[in-house]
């Protein structure tokens, strides 16, 4: 009757339901742990069950501000990068550098198309160059990929605080503080989970789309009638000195540094399981108009650039003005429209972060599934997000702010090496995946051959070109400090594959070694350790005599030699009276008190001196520690013991060895927690959910 009711409850929990729960059981819990649940789900939400993640996928609506704000946030700061490297050339040649990064989006656009039908569940370029290149250039995919999205935090959060410090030039002593603050409030609504982020940010998301395009609007439409500075209103300054021929070189380094503006296109790929069924058609939606509205912000920017002689300025000296301040102030005036414009400009920079905290989790988690990264990076949280991911990538990203004390111009340079190292392997993989798809068709037809081969054209245009786009980058940005991320690529490459070898190690101790021997056992040596003779240790003594004949319990003192004598006199009268009369009349073997001193008060060392002992003496036979447990519920009562019992477990555990078997006995103060409980409160102090219940674990 009693296992019919546990496979219910089990079957009811399993369909995301909770048994039926005792009215009275949340005011028993612990005040501290209904005050931490109350504010967990305050900062949070509430816990989710599994059977809800597929109702936690995105739309074209919500899609746009998680995958999208990367990409169309780069046009804040890509076209402004070129035009700090072009200089007094850059109201001339800003337009000819945009046009050619528009190509290359183009191509990548295509191609992207091509590589989310490919691999509707994980198109990333980590999964597509491991399948198709090799390990090893899937794991290069993976730290670029990493790499760039901890510094798509970093720089979209601070080219955003950048904006707000245009707008009020007073919070410039202040940036990093500012550039600190807001990611913990994305990394707190990203832990909430993915629609809610998305929901979170879609206003400002369309309030910048909206303002940009009245931007580019009103100002193309003052360029095409001439009037590009109109004395109504506050005209962008002007370069006092004649723009200068660009050389070649100028020209590529510009190039380099306008395609961070396209570090964001890979983001849908790598995020197509998060989009609704069918999850291809809105991941290809979500994607054109990512790039469709990209593509219109740089080339309209670029363009109002040249026209209204915006140039870059210095970020760290006062004053300074980006170019889509200086833009929106010459179209717009300084009144409330340029605020507005201004803010939704703040809000989309500093929300472009989210982008990296959709997808890097999503990317560790794969990474941790194939072995390349602790297990913990796979797991879902409370939200049905990789919760270790998020809190990786908002410590990685924060420890980058704090070393570049949050200013975006010495971030750039390290920027685009990662993002265009994964588009060209990615690339690279879709051009060997149609080959192979071409190779395991039988007779393929006309239309078969024309459609693989045009499919492996495009992919093919696109791995040149991002790979060309790439040595640019890098031989533009080298000495810049993008000599940094080829070295932290190899510094995590190594890390994945210490990780992997870890992993095939423990594997190898884990094999099973042939069928299981039930052959008859010999019962187990039980120590029992205790620091008196109470209420408490006669419960483990109870249970350490069903386990065997062979009992041992061990008191170590930690008194001068005089006070321990005395100790154990008195302790061995108890044990005389209350253990070894009991068990002879009950039949049952006497269990021995061996008592010890400890000179130097090391109560885990002297236990573990004589378990060694007993290792010594029965070397066939498996030892099995008893340790009674005071169980500690509330927070204050852990300031009142001195926790030796978990200090002992930890110690055998490490040091005891394979024959050593470690068995927790708790003894509750007050009632413990029941299963309900447990279960709102999610994650219990180690005190109550690692020592509860007579755990036996081997050491």
């Known amino acids: 009757m009693l296992d019919k009711r546990r496979n219910s409850d089990h079957r009811e929990i399993g369909r995301g339901r909770r048994p039926v729960r005792n009215p009275s059981s949340h005011e028993q819990a612990p005040l501290t742990l209904r005050l931490r649940e109350y504010l967990v789900n305050l900062v949070v ?30 046009s804040a700061y890509g076209p402004e990068a070129a035009l700090v490297v072009l200089g007094a050339a850059g109201a001339a040649y800003i337009e000819p550098v945009t046009w050619i990064i528009l190509a290359l989006l183009a191509i990548l656009y295509v191609s992207y198309r091509q590589t989310i039908r490919a691999y509707p569940n994980a198109a990333g370029s980590y999964v597509v160059a491991k399948e198709n290149l090799g390990t090893n250039l899937g794991l290069m995919a993976a730290a670029a990929l990493m790499i760039d999205y901890v510094l798509n935090v970093a720089v979209g959060i601070s080219a955003g605080i950048g904006a707000l410090v245009s707008a009020v030039p007073t919070l410039q002593p202040h940036t990093l503080m500012l550039c600190l603050i807001v990611l913990a409030v994305i990394s707190l609504a990203n832990l909430r989970g993915t629609p809610d982020a998305g929901w979170l940010f879609a206003p ?4 910048f789309i909206a303002s940009m395009a009245a ?25 006092a000195a004649a723009a200068p021929a660009a050389g070649a070189w100028l020209l590529m380094r510009a190039f380099a540094a306008g395609c961070t503006a396209m570090t964001g296109v890979e983001a849908v790929s790598n995020g197509v399981s998060a989009f609704r069924e069918p999850q291809v058609k809105h991941a290809h939606r979500t994607l054109t108009v990512i790039v469709a509205l990209l593509a219109v912000l740089l080339i309209g920017i670029a363009s109002m650039a040249r026209a209204y002689g915006a140039h870059a300025m210095d970020q760290n000296k006062p004053g300074y003005q980006s170019i889509l301040s200086q833009l929106a102030a010459a179209v717009l005036g300084r009144g409330i429209f340029y605020y507005v414009t201004i803010g939704s400009v703040l809000a989309v920079l500093i929300l472009s972060a989210n982008t990296s905290f959709a997808d890097l989790p999503r990317l560790c988690s794969f990474v941790a599934k194939d072995k390349f990264l602790p297990g913990s990076f796979a797991a879902l949280g409370r939200r049905l997000v990789f919760s270790i991911g998020i809190i990786f990538l908002s410590t990685s990203a924060a420890l980058l702010l704090i070393c570049f004390d949050g200013i975006t111009d010495r971030l750039i340079p390290l920027f685009a090496v990662g993002a265009f190292t994964a588009f060209t392997l990615s ?30 054209l495009v992919n093919g245009v696109g791995a040149i070109a991002t790979g060309i786009a790439l040595l640019v980058i890098l031989a533009a940005k080298l000495r810049e400090g993008a000599w940094i991320v080829v070295i932290a690529m190899a510094t995590l490459i190594s890390l994945f594959k210490v990780v992997r070898a870890y992993y095939k190690r423990l594997e190898r101790r884990l094999r099973p070694r042939g069928p299981l021997s039930f052959k008859q056992n010999v019962a187990p040596v039980v120590l029992l350790p205790m620091e ?28 001068g030699a005089g006070d321990a004598a005395a100790e154990d006199r008195g302790l061995r009268l108890k044990w005389h009276q209350e253990v070894e009369g009991p068990a002879i ?24 001196e004589y378990v060694r002992e007993l290792q010594e003496e029965s070397s066939e036979r498996l030892i099995a520690i008893v340790i009674p447990e005071l169980i500690k519920v509330h927070w204050w009562e852990h ?6 019992a978990l200090r002992l477990r930890r110690a ?16 509750y103060m007050d009632p413990p927690l029941n299963l309900d409980e447990m279960s709102s409160t999610q994650e219990l102090d180690e005190s109550t959910a690692g020592d509860g219940g007579a755990s036996v674990t081997q050491a």
């Open 45 to 74: 939400g509430p816990p989710l069950a599994s059977n809800q993640q597929p109702d936690r996928k995105v739309g074209l609506l919500t899609a746009l501000p998680v995958f999208g704000l990367d990409g169309l946030s780069s």
């Open 204 to 207: 400002p998301t369309y309030l």
């Open 215 to 239: 931007v580019l609007g009103v100002g193309v439409i003052r360029i095409i009638a001439g009037d590009a500075h109109p004395g109504a209103l506050t005209a962008a300054p002007r370069v």
């Open 427 to 456: 690339q690279a993989g879709m051009v060997a995946h149609w080959r192979k798809a071409h190779r395991r068709s039988a007779q393929p037809s006309l239309s078969h051959l024309i459609r693989s081969h045009s499919r492996m």
């Open 532 to 559: 008196e003779w109470n209420y408490l240790a006669a419960k483990a003594m109870n249970f350490a005599v069903e386990l065997s004949d062979d009992v041992t319990a061990l008191h170590v003192s930690a008194l």
């Open 585 to 608: 009349r009950a039949g049952v073997k006497p269990p021995r008190l061996v008592c010890v001193q400890s000179r130097y008060r090391r109560l885990t060392n002297a236990v573990l």
């Open 639 to 644: 300031l009142l013991h001195t926790h030796h």
């Open 652 to 667: 055998l555990l490490k040091h005891g060895g394979a024959r050593v078997v470690v068995v927790s006995v708790p003894w």
